[in-house]
């Protein structure tokens, strides 16, 4: 059977291009970046040369990238490692209800440790209020964290604005960019970004590679012990040849962003258009403009998602009924309840994510057979 695909927000295939850069990687060019000899010298100049392509992409100085193992661990690194050497300043943090865990749980875990957290409300679309985030700031506030763009509902948050206030109270400012990274174009320094967090495998790079920025100036600490690689910011002999696939990747990402946006849109306008004519009582959540590209996130009336998903399996379709780190749970996703959907509706939700390698058949045949299994006959 045919696989389509449409759960990039979950994870994307990696390209050919990128695992072409990576191979010499895994064999001739083996070396240990922190040895003196050539081979040694040849895995650290590839690795300089992956940081060059993510400083371009985000318009960062290139010491101002540092590899990690994942987005998960590049938000830890991030927050963590920020408050523990910032907290002499204060231990207040500000970030929203509808983060990825990575960053909800390391503040969950910061606040065990004597932190104080607010989590802002967002709104019906998933836009936090910049009104509530003002007024959540106070003296011993020292680090604000808010998504770029949501991975559920794809609603983009007011990035800009945030950094000019972050800037005006002297405070820190994170973004957990995973899911922005190759759908919007991201600067950095215009934006008064301090610090970013993004990750290889949701822009066609392998899985356990990820990067986060800090801009230069900002104390950070490690928060795992070991060797000195990374600015001795984070211990551990770099995971060569994958850097090298997502240095490629965000490369290639950004030299077709016109192209591969405009088709993740056309896409997702398409399907919202035919789905929505076929299947009556469609909800659609999320903001429609300020929405990444490639998603669609919609709940239905009486079917739930992971009957929905067994059916599409079943297709040979594969899709995701929340966030894919919560499949394994039968709560109703932390963000479809904050934007304020019954736990009812939350359970009926399906999310469907473009990626560059669909068509327009596959789509045609998704739309099919959503038709079919909602009509019962399926
Ligand atoms: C996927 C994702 C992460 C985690 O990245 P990993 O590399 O899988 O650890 C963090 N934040 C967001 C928004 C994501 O979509």
């Known amino acids: 059977m045919k696989i389509r695909y449409f759960d990039h927000a979950a994870t994307t295939p990696v390209r050919d291009e990128v695992i072409k850069e990576m191979i010499p990687y895994f064999g001739i060019d083996f070396g240990n970046p922190s040895t003196m000899y050539y081979l040694g010298r040849n895995a650290k100049k590839a690795i300089n040369n992956a940081r060059k392509q993510v400083a371009r992409a985000i318009n960062s100085k290139t010491r101002e990238i540092y590899f990690t193992s994942c987005g998960s661990e590049s938000d830890n690194l991030a927050i963590k490692g920020f408050v523990y050497a910032n907290k002499d300043k204060g231990k207040h943090i ?158 290639l990402i950004y030299n077709e962003y016109d192209e591969y946006n405009d088709k993740l849109k056309t896409f997702r306008d398409y399907f919202l258009e035919h789905v929505q004519n076929k299947i009556k009582n469609i909800k659609v959540n999320g903001d429609l403009e300020k929405r990444l590209p490639g998603n669609v996130n919609i709940s239905f009336d009486n079917i739930s998602g992971g009957e929905l998903l067994y059916k599409l399996d079943e297709n040979g379709i594969c899709a995701s009924a929340g966030s894919a780190c919560s499949t394994a749970n039968p709560m109703p996703s932390h963000v479809l309840t904050a934007i304020g959907l019954d736990s009812k509706l939350a359970e009926n939700t399906l999310r469907i994510t473009f990626g560059k390698d669909n068509t327009l058949d596959d789509i045609n045949y998704l739309i099919d057979t959503l038709n079919k299994i909602k009509s019962k006959k399926m």
């Open 94 to 251: 500000i970030t929203s209800k509808i983060e990825h865990h990575a960053v909800l749980d390391t503040c969950k875990t910061l606040e065990k440790q004597g932190f104080k957290v607010t989590y802002l409300n967002v709104d019906e679309n998933g836009f936090i209020s910049l009104e509530e985030l003002i007024n959540s700031i106070n003296k011993d506030t020292i680090l604000i964290s808010i998504m770029f763009a949501n991975n559920e509902i794809g609603t983009i948050e007011p990035i800009k604005e945030i950094g000019v206030i972050a800037k005006k109270n002297n405070i820190v400012f994170h973004t957990d960019a995973v899911q922005a990274i190759g759908n919007v174009k991201i600067d950095v320094q215009e934006l008064n970004i301090d610090m970013l967090s993004l990750s290889g495998h949701k822009f066609y790079a392998p899985k356990g590679v990820g990067a986060l920025y800090v801009k230069q100036g900002i104390n950070f600490e490690k928060i795992q012990d070991g060797g000195e690689q990374e600015e001795n910011k984070r211990a551990g002999t770099e995971n060569v040849a994958e850097i090298v696939g997502l240095g490629k990747a965000i490369e």
